[in-house]
């Protein structure tokens, strides 16, 4: 079964940047679409960013476009979510989802089956 795995969470100030991977172990994840959900203290999970497994495709929610992109590196079989221009209310833990059905315009979350353990970001000064 597939295995997703997070990293490059942690501690930035306001207006600073972070670059998270999402890297898989078995088959890899070039064969699916890739999407980044986060989910904060208190509230519902939600969709940031997916992209196809093309990479032609890619999606992002209103709160973070313009400041965040998601990328994949086909060689190193890798999804890129790179933040920029952190907001306090982008404080919550990542997560790295993969999935095979069918690719939308918005992540929906039931289309992702294998999901990561998460990763924590904080935004605070």
């Known amino acids: 079964q597939l295995q997703v795995v997070e990293s490059g969470g942690g501690l930035v100030q306001p207006g600073g940047s972070l670059r998270l991977s999402c890297v898989a172990s078995g088959f890899g994840l070039n064969y699916y679409h890739i999407g980044w959900f986060r989910q904060a203290p208190g509230k519902e999970r939600e969709g940031v960013s997916c992209i196809s497994s093309s990479g032609g495709g890619t999606n992002y929610a209103d709160s973070v476009k313009g400041r965040f992109t998601i990328s994949r590196d086909s060689a190193k079989s890798t999804v890129y979510l790179q933040m920029n221009s952190l907001k306090p209310e982008d404080t919550a833990v990542y997560y790295c989802?993969?999935?095979?059905?069918?690719?939308?315009?918005?992540?929906?979350?039931?289309?992702?089956?294998?999901w990561g353990q998460g990763t924590q970001v904080t935004v605070s000064s």
């Open positions: 989802a993969a999935g095979a059905y069918p690719f939308k315009e918005v992540c929906y979350a039931p289309d992702f089956t294998s």
